[in-house]
Nanobody, 126 residues
Framework: QVQLVESGGGLVQAGGSLRLSCAAS????????VGWFRQAPGGEREFVAA????????DYIDSVKGRFTISRDNAKNTVFLQMNSLKPEDTAVYYC???????????????????WGQGTQVTVSS
């Protein structure tokens, strides 16, 4: 069992930055791949970014490439999402998710993950 807690959300003006954190407890976190998803009001949960257990591999949705960076510190059991040049369309509840690492990763699919946090609200004003 892995417990995930997101933090770092808030209200920011367009062009601003936020750094989200996903703190994990429970099993050895370094065995898990981690993804960030977001869900806007009335929308579906959307993949944003993912990082492998070692941090060697990352993946991003096209709309955030060059603006968002996912990273992790396994010694602190934490994954980060640095969000720069934020746009109003980035407004959503952001969730982190974890899944025990596997050779083939379907990490852009929400159904692949077994563990989810409660989410943190990000609001970008224009």
């Amino acid at each position: 069992q892995v417990q995930l807690v997101e933090s770092g959300g808030g209200l920011v003006q367009a062009g601003g930055s936020l750094r989200l954190s996903c703190a994990a407890s429970g099993r050895t976190f370094s065995n898990y791949d981690v993804g960030w998803f977001r869900q806007a009001p009335g929308g579906e949960r959307e993949f944003v970014a993912a990082i492998s257990w070692s941090g060697d591999y990352t993946d991003y949705i096209d709309s955030v490439k060059g603006r968002f960076t996912i990273s992790r510190d396994n010694a602190k059991n934490t994954v980060f999402l640095q969000m720069n040049s934020l746009k109003p369309e980035d407004t959503a509840v952001y969730y982190c998710a974890a899944e025990e690492t596997r050779p083939i990763k379907y990490w852009t699919h929400a159904s692949w993950y077994d563990y989810w946090g409660q989410g943190t609200q990000v609001t970008v004003s224009s």
